[in-house]
């Protein structure tokens, strides 16, 4: 007779129905593992064969199969070894009572049956509830939001015999982990960060920092060194929405898959690279597909400093994930897509030194000098940037005026936003939204595209460019309340788009 239970195989952040088959027979005493298992299910073996020990079970002279169906696609991990066990027991009549076919297990085992975590846990419990299972078996893990998954019975095990218990009807005493209140965990977060109360000046900049968080659209900051560009980024997500329920189990599954031990949970994701990382770190990938830094910012901020710094080739690497909002990895045995939707918040200097347009220092590059620097960034890059800012530094002796705090800042955000996700009917920004759906929703009227294509064709804006400005204007429409897109609107979006390298481009002129 063979055994079937259920568990859950991840490909990348999707996960699928793994049926789990033992069958045991007389023969020569061995452990087979078949369906594409690699090395870490194929080690399965001797935990799941050291856990039937514990219940002194014997398995010799006996030949025992175990089928990972559908056996086309290749298994990794420790987590089917509880689903293995668990069928296993129930062939060698340790386990009576019949097993739901909705019943998931997951989770890794010890030689001495301990049931234990691994990475990959959460998107396979989240997949598991996507999947029917009404309830699922698994290990403890503090990092587990079990109070986000409704509709499915969780059951919280030590060990493989409490499985057992539970599956012949015997209460144990299991419980679910404890998480921190929201209060508590909302004044631990609002304690570790900035807030744009302390940023002096920069008026015009903090305005388009709230235009980008309103749409998500991409920003890029130029200017000389203690101008206040990192200081700006560091603060940007302070006045981004709150993650809802499903954003926080995407960005946690994400984390996880990525084996990153610090997961945020109440906090917008921040991702800040090294520009010496590598294109890998920053896409994923590996012979096993792992989530990169543009995946981990999830829903978040992607801050990349010195950008310019950054190889060619790892910057042209972010076209895809910038237009689709996901990076496709392919290798021999499969295709993996991490979903990877970010706000780009990039900075760089204005010339290879730092100093052109500095109020402190003398600007020595050459006009050559400073077109190679900026030339670091390809074209298609500059393309999907919607937001151009060339900074200079304040001075903080300047007259104090009314500094507004980033909840301030946010509230408005957060107004704009429900406006957008009312008029498009699904929770989706200015700048991700579908050109044609973007529109179809905010027609321009003849003079405004009369404005718009003058101006493009003096700037020589793409036809990319030129949807980005409309995008920019929608959002600026919404910040205002305004229902159409406004003249207003319209320039000042124009503005945003020619801040970046018009500006310093006259300045060189004159250097």
Not at 46 to 73: G, H, M, W
Not at 125 to 149: E, F, T
Not at 330 to 339: C, K, N, Q
Not at 475 to 498: F, N, V, Y
Request: aromatic share 6%; charged share 25%; glycine share 6%.
């Amino acid at each position: 007779m063979t055994v079937k239970v259920f568990s859950i195989g991840l490909k990348g952040l999707e996960g699928y129905r793994v049926q789990v088959e033992v069958r045991i027979s007389a023969g020569t005493e061995s452990m087979v593992v078949v369906g594409l298992p690699d090395a870490s299910v194929k080690e399965a073996r001797e935990r799941v064969l050291a856990s039937i020990a514990y219940f002194d079970l014997d398995v010799t002279d006996k030949k025992v199969v175990v089928n990972l169906s559908p056996s086309d696609q290749k298994k990794n991990g420790s987590l089917f070894d509880l689903a293995i066990a668990i069928a296993a027991l129930k062939e060698l009549g340790e386990v009576k009572r019949e097993i739901p076919p909705e019943t998931a297990f997951i989770g890794a085992l010890s030689l001495d049956g301990s049931v234990v975590s691994g990475d990959g846990i959460l998107p396979a419990v989240i997949a598991a509830k996507s999947l029917g299972a009404k309830r699922v078996y698994l290990p403890y893990d503090p990092v587990l939001p079990l109070h986000m998954l409704d509709d499915m019975e969780c059951v919280i095990v030590n060990h493989i015999e409490d499985v057992v218990q539970h599956l012949e009807g015997q209460e144990s005493l299991l419980s679910l982990p404890c998480f921190p209140s929201k209060e508590h965990r909302s004044l631990e977060v609002e304690s570790h960060q900035r807030d744009f109360i302390h940023v002096i000046g920069l008026e015009k900049e903090k305005r388009a920092l709230e235009i980008a968080a309103a749409g998500e659209h991409n920003l890029l900051m130029s200017g000389p060194p203690g101008c206040g560009k990192s200081l700006l980024a560091e603060t940007f997500p302070t006045i981004l929405p709150l993650l809802t329920n499903q954003a926080k189990l995407e960005v946690m599954s994400l984390y996880q898959l990525a084996g990153e031990k610090r997961i945020p949970i109440e906090t917008v994701p921040f991702r800040h690279p090294h520009h010496s990382a590598s294109a890998v770190a920053i896409i994923g990938g590996g012979s096993n597909p792992r989530p990169g830094e543009i995946s981990m910012a999830h829903r978040g901020v992607l801050f990349l400093d010195e950008i310019a710094e950054f190889t060619k080739k790892t910057l042209d690497m972010l076209r895809q994930p910038l237009e689709t909002g996901e990076v496709t990895i392919s290798r021999a045995h499969s295709t993996v897509i991490f979903p990877s939707p970010f706000i780009l918040v990039g900075a760089m200097n204005p010339c290879q030194y730092g100093y052109l347009g500095s109020l402190h220092h003398y600007c020595t590059c050459t006009q050559n000098q400073i077109q190679a620097y900026r030339n670091r960034l390809s074209g298609p890059i500059y393309d999907r940037i919607d937001i151009l800012l060339s900074m200079k530094s304040e001075n903080l002796n300047q007259p104090s005026k009314l500094r507004e705090t980033s909840k301030d800042i946010q509230k408005r955000v957060e107004t704009a936003r429900l406006r957008q996700f009312d008029r498009y009917q699904r929770e989706v920004s200015n700048a991700k939204v579908p050109f044609e759906t973007l529109m179809d929703t905010n027609p321009l009227t003849a003079e405004q595209k009369k404005i718009l294509t003058n101006v493009s064709a003096k700037q020589n804006w793409s036809n990319r460019v030129q949807t980005k400005i409309i995008r920019l204007a929608r959002t600026i429409s919404d910040l205002a309340g305004e229902e159409r897109l406004t003249d207003q609107a319209i320039w000042e979006a124009m503005t945003l788009r020619r801040w970046g390298l018009n500006k310093q481009q006259g300045i060189a002129r004159e250097h």
